[in-house]
Every structure is written in structure tokens, then in C-alpha cells.
Nanobody, 125 residues
Framework: QVQLVESGGGLVQAGGSLRLSCAAS????????MGWFRQAPGKEREFVAA????????YYADSVKGRFTISRDNAKSTVYLQMNSLKPEDTAVYYC??????????????????WGQGTQVTVSS
């Protein structure tokens, strides 16, 4: 069993920055892929970013590439999402997810077996 707890969401003006954190517990954090997803009102949950178990490989949705950075600290069992140059369209609930079944990175919600409760990010124009 894996527990994921996100933090760091909030209200920010367009052009600002936020850093989300996701603390994991319950299993060996360093052995699995971690991802961030987001869901805006009335829309499906979508992929934002993912990082390999070692942190050496990162992947981004085109909509956030160049503005967001995913990273992890295996010693602290934590994954981060640094969000810069935020836009109103980034407004959503952001979810941290763990993929424990395979070491290959996935880009769909179906590829992840554990989820956090989500943290709200609101970007005002």
C-alpha cells in the first residue's frame, strides 16, 4: 500500500510560480515511476509530467513543457512539480500518482495504481 499526500497548491497571479510536493509512504519510493496529473472542472484528468524511478528521465505534456519541472528526492520519498510562468488555463486540481507495477513511464491515468487526494491550483488573470 502506498499513501501519497500533495501540498503546495494555492492562488497565484498569471506569470507567477508555485511548487507542489508529494510525500509518499508505505513502500519503496525509489523503485517506481511518479507522475503529476491535473483535472479542471468539467474536463478529464490529464497527464502533466512524469519522472523515472531514478530521476534521470523526465516527460512533459506539450502544454507545460518549458514552464514546469518535475523532480524527485528518493531519500525524502518526495516528488516535486515546480510550476513557473503560470497561466489561467493551468487552473485545476493537481494529483500526484505512483506507478508501481512497471518501471516504464506511462502517460495515461490507467498506468498509475496509487493516487493522492489532490491539491487545488488557481491562477488568476
Amino acid at each position: 500500500q502506498v499513501q501519497l499526500v500533495e501540498s503546495g497548491g494555492g492562488l497565484v497571479q498569471a506569470g507567477g510560480s508555485l511548487r507542489l510536493s508529494c510525500a509518499a509512504s508505505g513502500r519503496t519510493f525509489s523503485s517506481y515511476v511518479m507522475g503529476w496529473f491535473r483535472q479542471a472542472p468539467g474536463k478529464e484528468r490529464e497527464f502533466v509530467a512524469a519522472v523515472s524511478w531514478s530521476g534521470a528521465n523526465t516527460y512533459y505534456a506539450d502544454s507545460v513543457k518549458g514552464r514546469f519541472t518535475i523532480s524527485r528526492d528518493n531519500a525524502k520519498s518526495t516528488v516535486y512539480l515546480q510550476m513557473n510562468s503560470l497561466k489561467p488555463e493551468d487552473t485545476a486540481v493537481y494529483y500526484c500518482a505512483a506507478r508501481t507495477i512497471q518501471a516504464i513511464v506511462a502517460f495515461s491515468t490507467r498506468g498509475y495504481d496509487y493516487w493522492g487526494q489532490g491539491t487545488q491550483v488557481t491562477v488568476s488573470s
